[in-house]
């Protein structure tokens, strides 16, 4: 009785529309990122700005019309003399956590929660590395070309604090308000 049982539920599961089912899916892309950078334990008005650029590659489980738990690797090219005369690339992972909507228009707009955290290098007597965690808050569109094939679009806050720098005399803590601008190929499987 328990084979006859399976053999139904994999005879309807193989007939089954499978564009709703949840799948795994990969993804690469890119995009720039707007750094506002404040030192967040003194009463300054001094903040910095760069804009480097990103590349990304995204591992995800979930449906594309539905609910997705994405986690997100970057790299990111960040040539600027914030933290130290010669602030090296960032290295970052993010976990995002999805709900996207098919209003039958063909473009799946989504929203997306999420933090992350990753470190960068940094050219400093004391220190040669940077930690930082952040919270994301995101909303973007993906765009199926193709059963398994999908472009995708995405504007993300990020909130970023940044691990103390050993001054001499003091701790820096800097923090960031960050605007990240995204596009990317996703393949689903």
């Known amino acids: 009785m328990k084979k006859i049982y ?15 089912y949840p799948k795994i899916y990969m ?3 890119g995009g720039i990122l707007n750094n506002n950078i404040y030192r967040s334990n003194i009463s300054s008005n001094e903040t910095y700005k760069s804009n480097p650029s990103f ?14 738990v994405e986690l997100n690797l970057y790299y ?29 228009i063909y473009l799946l707009p989504y929203v997306s929660v999420g933090l992350g955290g990753g470190f960068m290098g ?28 999908e472009l995708e679009f995405k504007y993300e806050y990020k909130f ?18 960050t605007n990240m601008f995204y596009f990317g190929i996703n393949t689903r499987f």
């Not at 399976?6 to 709703?20: E, K, V």
């Not at 590349?55 to 997705?68: E, L, M």
Request: proline share 1%; charged share 20%; glycine share 12%.
């Open 27 to 29: 993804g690469i892309g």
């Open 122 to 149: 940094i050219d400093r007597e004391l220190d040669k590395t940077l930690g930082f965690g952040s919270y994301n808050v995101g909303a973007g569109a993906k765009l199926p070309l193709y059963k398994h094939l």
């Open 55 to 68: 590349g990304s590659i995204k591992f995800g489980y979930g449906d594309i019309k539905a609910y997705s």
């Open 160 to 177: 970023v604090s940044y691990e103390g720098i050993d001054l001499i005399s003091e701790t820096a803590k800097y923090k960031s308000h």
């Open 6 to 20: 399976i053999l139904l539920f994999l005879t309807l599961f193989s007939f089954a529309n499978d564009d709703y």
């Open 76 to 104: 990111i090219n960040n040539k600027t003399n914030v933290f130290s005369n010669n602030d090296k690339a960032g290295y970052a992972v993010d976990v995002s956590f999805l709900k996207a909507w098919d209003f039958g």
